[in-house]
């Protein structure tokens, strides 16, 4: 089982869907960070962990992510005919599921870590800690 998992990671990570997926979401991500610093830019009450309260407002896209790990795991068996050649190895129904699954957990997990850690280092970088006003000495 372990050997067939490790195969289906194999075969989503050398896959240009998933990088694909993580730069467009990285993009989006940066995009809304710059938008809500410069939207936000006198910088009165703004530092970096109220960027990161921003992400209790995202979490609703992990319904929409779901769906797009899913089709990163079983799109290929469709289209090239894996399955066939799956069953037709001799590996059981029951394996190729739950690896299939355990796959898609994993992926999907790894991909929130990666997202999330992306944007708290956007949030950090482009949404300044506020400081207090120094007066200018002459």
């Known amino acids: 089982m372990v050997d067939y998992i490790r195969a289906e990671v194999y075969k989503v990570t050398h896959r240009k869907y998933l990088w694909g997926f993580l730069l467009i979401v990285g993009g989006l991500e940066a995009l809304l960070v710059c938008m809500w610093a410069w939207m936000n830019g006198d910088m009165t009450n703004m530092s970096a962990s109220t960027g990161f309260t921003m992400v209790l407002y995202l979490l609703t896209m992990g319904y929409y992510a779901s769906a797009i790990t899913t089709d990163m795991v079983f ?55 506020s400081e207090p006003t120094r007066p200018i000495s002459i």
């Open 75 to 129: 799109s290929d068996q469709y289209k090239f005919n894996t399955l066939k050649n799956e069953v037709a190895y001799g590996i059981p129904r029951a394996r190729i599921y739950l690896g299939k699954l355990a796959v898609g957990c994993l992926v999907s997990l790894a991909s929130c870590v990666v997202i999330l850690l992306w944007y708290g280092i956007l949030c950090l970088s482009l949404i300044h800690i």
